[in-house]
């Protein structure tokens, strides 16, 4: 049993708000994960340039003077703003793959969380409220984000264990649910170039609608497809640069809730994750159908 719960805005005037919006209905879901939590944010990008966000076990050693030594090795340009146990450095969109390869000589022990344009994502082991606070996700603003509370079940707790899992280019996905043939698809993916972190059967997924994309597919197209590609039982919620999509397995076992007003395009685990949303009592609230795709682009 995990919480997760998503946001996308279409009234600009409510982006300042979105961080302190979806760390409340994060938090809300509390008690359906306490292991681990994490939420990703969409904005703030600017052309040209790319965010990375990085994770260490020790940042204090491992994030001093990285931005200078990261510059010199890939000839560019890098700042970095630190939060805790994670960092997101700028560098050149054209630059990312290099600053990528940099990053694991420079400091092996450093995990990359995702990277690029908008996408910024910050997980922890521990409660949400904590998570939230750790990272003043509350004073985050953006167009759509992300979110997801933990009760571990098929792997270890752990960061890198935990939701969102990124596996492509401001792509990310958080999942209710267990995955049966993770372990064939993680070969067959591998085989494709893509690679894991983890045993999680959830970046299984995520590296799944990324294969899917990089071939082509857009994100609804990609959901379509884990319909027929993926068993078990799952209710994902993925964000994109420009995007955000929900589709639950045929059997839809795991509870999921939406609203949508003229405002915003919400999903909770359970409605009470929804229930302080401005307008919520004048929304569009229903249960996301059996395999169906909700998808929504700015």
Known sequence: MCGIVGLFLKDKSLEPQLGALLSEMLVTMTDRGPDSAGIAIYGGGTKGHAKVT???ANPDADFK???AELGKKIGAKVSSTVKSTHAVLDVPTEKVAEARAA???LRPNVRVMGAGEAIEIYKEVGLPVEV???FDVTKMSGSHGIGHTRMATESAVTTLGAHPFSTGPDQCLVHNGSLSNH???RR???RDGMRFETENDTEVAAAYLSSKIAHGQNL???????LNDLDGFFT???GTKNGFGVVRDPISCKPAVMAETDQYVAFGSEYRALANLPGIEDAKVWEPEPSTVYFWEH
């Open 236 to 238: 994902f919620v993925v």
């Open 54 to 56: 990085i994770q260490s």
């Open 132 to 134: 939230v606070k750790r």
């Open 183 to 185: 372990n064939n698809l």
């Open 220 to 226: 609804g197209e990609a959901l379509e497809s884990s």
């Open 103 to 105: 990053l694991a000589e």
């Open 188 to 190: 067959e993916l591998i």
């Open 65 to 67: 003077g990285l931005d």
